[in-house]
């Protein structure tokens, strides 16, 4: 039967052409050169394309927004190189980037743990629910499904201070309720009510992971006596931990790029759904309290034309979230190799 | 046993890395070079015949993208062989980056005060063009005139016009006993005051004016010019040196203290979109507001019955700021440097901005007011009483707009920023502030100037 594998047949091509004689009727070493150039171009054929992607996609905007961060780039003129400036500029004389910068890192400290540790408290319970437990996996996913924009608009309808069901019934209790996406001090905390209510994306996930932890694991120790709150620590939490992890890491990073869900309960609670108002004036309300690092980038970069600057900004969120997610691996173990 | 290490790459894999990056790295360099073109020669005497296609983009959408294709057909006629594309709701930001990429864009029309400062170095400098056709600068109301220039250079000409003044509802003041609109801003807190009810639970039932900055059209800019402050001096922000800034914030805080910022804030949270059907003056909830002149063509479609009438914005008594004008802003129109047919573009924009019947339809379709002076005086403006004040404000000499800078809307979000905090807390401290607002405004031109 012929070998099917251009690659495997190289070597016996190689030893053929050795003992077979020069003529022109039988060219076994030409052959194989030409099947070894022929499963080369194939390969490397294979390779080129997904490395210009590479190289366009990644390599290319990772340098040039390098670059562009020591320069002064208004998006129409030259870049002009003004070295460290641009850094100067965001670490000691920026009025918003430190508040912009402190919301990032409330919703990376709070929004993901809240978010896994609901979703993880709603998995273990849906899987000791035997009855009716598809209705009631149904029903926790389901606001996963509504687009993140109209589950803002929503919530932000519901929890109107003014005209929302939330503080009308607040209201028939004789409660004065709070301003909640109006209030600055409440805005973060309410978007986080949102969070908690979409979380079905990574309950699925916990929930898969749970079903898989092995059944005899939980026999066993039970019958070594361990207590619900034991068998949680040392078998339930060792098996999903790769879980655990995947959650934590794209958790964060979608954290540190949290932007739409705040610039649309800004927009919605400010009264201002568009026309004349520019991003300068719809994001971060109330009072810059959802104000985000990456929605100051973006007016900086597209708003004011500070595209130098938005770039240094960028570098810096690259630095930040690289190093959150090296510490969230190191600390996993994942750079450790299992030995003997 | 255990090892930290990753396995490092082997050679020829490290070698290729080093090699994408140094591509990588050797293609920003190369592709970071583009530079600014310069204004070419213009031709002594207007050309005689017109041919070629002209790339028009601007901002605007659905009903008043129309109104702009109209103008443009009519162009056509009057230059068979012109053939105009149009790239409509493309917003300031978008048109910016097309330029700065070499796109295709003869004519462009964004808004002054935000990019203006940014985009006027891609624009060509119209002066040559304005002698030789004989277009003078006074055709144009005096604001819009000096505020479509930048440094210096005529970069751009202005098509249509904002005008800020003050809505009141008749039935609500006439209930309340007035029966003229108020003329200084202590006057509009006095019948504010007096307009306002309340509910049994003490939460707000009808506002009379709503002073909270941040609400609607309610700005540093807008209320700024209504009190003739200063923004900057010699370049450089000079807010805090600005007695006028000081009284009227003063002024401001005092107003919200006395209805309650939580009661205000609450009342403002329940009100309809600024830009529905649910607009708060529309429906009576609040008895006066401050608008653009824009309010007129919405009531009329979406509260035709409600009984208002439209005036002047009231002035700070004491500040110099003289009843009458007010806060104005301008779309401005050029030809881009890099326009391959600028005589047709030159003609485009000309044709947009100083045939009175071109700025007469354009401002009857718009419902903006006409920056050329024969269009406002022209007979076939269409124009209720109620919109007939924003078109006297636009001519009066104290009109003002906030000064166009490199930083574009930077300038007045910064003053915005620090207002809507201090609105919030007890007061104090306003001359300090106002230098951390005149600091913070310096860095941002001083990064955006550097060198």
Known sequence: MPDANPIATVPRARAAAHHTPNTPEAHPKRAGRRRTLRSRLSIGSMVILPLIGLVAFFLYPLCANLYYSFTNYDLVGSPKWIGLRNYDYLFTQDPRVGGAARNTLWFVVILVPVRMASSLGIALLLTRRKRAAGFWRTLFYLPALVPPVASVVGFVFLFNPGTGPINTLLRKFGIDGPLWFNDPSLSKPSLLLLGVWMMGDVMVIFLAALLDVPKDQYEAAELDGASARQKFRFITLPNISPVLLFSAVTGVIAALQYFTEAAVASSVANGKTGIDAGPDRLLGYPNDSLLTYTQWMYVQGFNSFQLGYAAAMAVVLFVVAAAVIAVLLRRAGMFQQKGA | ?451
């Not at chain 2, 003050?166 to 003229?180: K, V």
């Not at chain 2, 805090?240 to 009284?247: G, I, T, V, Y």
């Not at chain 2, 608008?291 to 019955?305: H, L, N, S, Y």
């Not at chain 2, 002035?315 to 047709?344: C, H, M, P, T």
Request: hydrophobic share 40%; with cysteine; aromatic share 8%.
């Open chain 2, 1 to 451: 046993m255990t090892s930290a290490n990753p396995i490092p790459p082997p050679r020829p894999l490290r070698r290729a890395g080093a090699l994408l990056i140094a591509l990588a790295a050797g293609a920003t360099l190369a592709l970071s070079g583009c530079a600014v073109a310069e204004d070419g020669p213009v031709a002594a005497a207007a050309p005689t015949h017109l041919s070629g296609t002209v790339q028009l983009w601007h901002h605007y959408n659905g009903r008043e993208a129309k109104v702009i294709a109209s103008i443009v057909d009519d162009f056509e006629q009057r230059h068979p062989d012109v053939r105009v594309r149009v790239h409509a709701g493309q917003q300031d930001t978008k048109i910016t980056q097309v330029v700065s990429s070499g796109g295709d864009v003869d004519v462009m029309l964004t808004n002054v005060n935000a990019t203006l400062g940014t985009a006027c170095k891609t624009m060509s400098d119209l002066a040559p063009y304005m002698r030789r056709d004989g277009v003078p600068d006074d055709a144009f109301q005096g604001i819009f005139a000096q505020a479509t220039a930048f440094e210096g250079r005529r970069c751009s000409l202005p098509t249509t016009s904002d005008v800020y003044g003050l809505y009141y509802n008749t039935r609500l003041l006439a209930e309340a006993g007035y029966t003229t609109p108020p003329r200084t801003l202590r006057e509009l807190e006095d019948m504010a005051l007096k307009l306002t009810t309340y509910k049994s639970d003490g939460s707000i039932g009808t506002l009379g004016f709503n002073p909270l900055i941040g609400f609607q059209q309610n700005t540093s800019a807008t209320l700024g010019g209504t009190a003739g402050v200063t923004w900057t001096k010699d370049g450089d922000s000079a807010v805090a040196d600005s007695p006028q800034w000081a009284e009227l914030i003063a002024w401001q805080h005092d107003f919200v203290r006395k209805i309650g910022y939580d009661k205000l804030k609450t009342f403002t949270a329940g009100l309809g979109d600024e830009w529905s059907a649910n607009n708060p003056f529309q429906n009576g909830r609040v008895a006066m507001t401050l608008d653009g002149e824009w309010r007129v063509a919405f009531i009329e479609e979406q509260a035709p019955r409600l009984e208002y009438g439209t005036a002047p914005f009231p002035v700070l008594a004491g500040s110099g700021q003289e009843y009458g004008g007010g806060f104005v802003s301008a779309a401005d129109i050029g030809v881009a440097k890099r326009s391959g047919n600028k005589e047709a573009a030159w003609a485009l924009v000309k044709y947009m901005t100083t045939d009175t019947d071109a700025a007469v339809k354009l401002a009857n379709g718009l419902k903006n007011i006409p920056t050329l002076k024969s269009a406002v005086a022209s007979p076939a403006l269409q124009a209720s009483p109620q919109y007939r004040t924003f078109i006297e404000a636009s001519a009066h000499p104290a009109g003002n707009t906030s000064p166009v800078t490199e930083i574009g809307s930077t300038l007045t979000a910064t003053m915005d920023d620090f207002w809507t905090d201090y609105q919030r807390g007890s007061g104090g401290n306003l001359k300090r502030r106002l230098e951390k607002v005149d600091t913070d405004i310096d860095n941002a031109l001083g990064l955006r100037r550097a060198k």
